[in-house]
Nanobody
Framework: QVQLVESGGGLVQPGGSLTLSCAAS????????MSWYRQAPGKERELVASISSLGRNTNYAASVRGRFTISRDNAKNTVILQMNSLKPEDTAVYYC?????????WGQGIQVTVSS
């Protein structure tokens, strides 16, 4: 079955950096586009970044463009979200998503808290 396991979250001060990783299994990762979403308390889940199957195309939410970088390693079935210059408004639960896998294409989520 599809499994997406996020890691790397935690507490960081404003201006700091974190790297989120998502380990994928149970499907053909190298042919699947991948995405990161986030959901802050009281807000809807929003798309943060997406990457095509071979990593040639990426897209970012306007709020993170220039600060976050999505990448992937198809040999390791891993997608990465490098987050720099973090702001308090980046505080949320971050989810790894395989958009072609339907309801099963979500990780359990990982908390990122940006606070001094």
């Amino acid at each position: 079955q599809v499994q997406l396991v996020e890691s790397g979250g935690g507490l960081v001060q404003p201006g700091g950096s974190l790297t989120l990783s998502c380990a994928a299994s149970g499907f053909t990762f190298k042919t699947s586009p991948m995405s990161w979403y986030r959901q802050a308390p009281g807000k809807e889940r929003e798309l943060v970044a997406s990457i095509s199957s071979l990593g040639r195309n990426t897209n970012y939410a306007a709020s993170v463009r220039g600060r976050f970088t999505i990448s992937r390693d198809n040999a390791k079935n891993t997608v990465i979200l490098q987050m720099n210059s973090l702001k308090p408004e980046d505080t949320a639960v971050y989810y790894c998503n395989a958009p072609n896998r339907g309801p099963s294409g979500w990780g359990q989520g990982i908390q990122v808290t940006v606070s001094s």
